[in-house]
């Protein structure tokens, strides 16, 4: 069986506050886009995983898809399996691509296995595995809470816009990431801003990780800056960072950008 876990963006992210258990409370948009890996199962004779494509930091023990595999053995019979990842989302770029593959292995496994888990309870799962997780089960647009596992429904389609993702060479470190930010209360609310037209987001809709990111890596800033110059209606960092995205109202090349960073059309 073979799946194709696919990334995201977040639009907006409000950093609201720190918590006891050293977590942040935030308040964030989740968008689902077409950038995927490739993830199959096969039932073999002792668990192994096997990966290609963009090289992955640490451990193969450590890896996220092992990790859930273990998840969810410890509760249910499962079999031993050979698991085959090729990776494909850029690694460290803000756009859950760990977590997403190990979403879709409890999905997966869920469905090769029928252990009949509805998706409230593989949520429950996926946020052991991690805070971004819990979005990939359903995998639609939703405005996220809490560490950013829990969600209030929302209705978006931002088909009609031509949507570019650009991954600088920089692997930003989450924890850092948080580490280096001041929480508070954000001006606006992020659910009622997002219903207006994309055009009119630029400066309301912010990502709190900017800031401290940007000072770190000024590359991405001026990156921000020259798809804003390239007539983007709206750009900003996903996630902890580094890619950034950027919704045009019509196709874009941009051989310029190209030279320097991986730049995804369309996604
Ligand atoms: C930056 C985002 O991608 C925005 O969607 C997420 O908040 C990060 O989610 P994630 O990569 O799944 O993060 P986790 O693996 O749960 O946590 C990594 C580290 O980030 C920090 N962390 C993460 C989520 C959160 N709400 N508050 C935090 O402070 C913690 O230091 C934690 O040790
Ligand atoms: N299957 C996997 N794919 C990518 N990274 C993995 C995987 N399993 C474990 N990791 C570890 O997770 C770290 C972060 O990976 P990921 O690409 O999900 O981060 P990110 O792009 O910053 O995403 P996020 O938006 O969740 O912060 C990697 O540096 C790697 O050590």
């Known amino acids: 069986m073979i799946v194709f876990p696919n990334a995201k963006i977040n639009i907006g992210l409000n950093i609201v506050e720190k918590r006891e258990d050293g977590f942040h409370n935030i308040e964030t948009i989740f968008y689902p886009i077409k950038i995927n890996d490739a993830l199959e199962v096969i039932e073999s004779e002792q668990t192994q995983f096997f990966s290609e ?24 019979k499962l079999p031993p399996v050979h698991i085959h990842l090729l990776k494909n989302i850029p690694i460290g770029a803000g756009l859950g691509g760990g977590s997403s593959d190990g979403a879709y292995l409890i999905k997966l496994l869920n469905s090769k296995f029928n252990l009949q888990l509805c998706s409230e309870k593989m949520e429950s799962y996926a946020r052991k595995l991690g805070s971004d997780c819990a979005f990939f089960i359903e995998n639609n647009p939703v405005f996220a809470v809490g560490k950013g596992d829990q969600f209030i429904d929302l209705e978006l389609d931002l088909s009609k816009y031509f949507l570019v993702l650009v991954k600088p060479s920089i692997h ?24 207006n037209p994309v055009s009119e987001w630029k400066n309301l809709i912010v990502n709190d990780f900017e800031d401290s990111v940007f000072t770190k890596y000024p590359e991405i800033k001026i990156l921000k800056e020259s798809l804003y110059e390239s007539g983007a209606l709206y750009v900003s960092m996903s996630g902890s960072g580094s890619s950034v995205y950027a919704f045009f109202s019509h196709q874009v090349n941009l051989p310029l950008i190209e030279a320097n960073h991986q730049v995804f059309y369309n996604v």
């Open 53 to 76: 494509g963009k090289q992955i930091p640490g451990n193969v023990e450590d890896n996220i898809c092992l990790k859930a595999y273990h998840l969810l053995k410890h509760d249910f």
């Open 172 to 195: 930003v470190s989450t924890a850092d990431a948080y580490g280096g930010c001041k929480p508070h209360k954000p001006l606006y609310s992020l659910q009622m801003l997002v219903r």
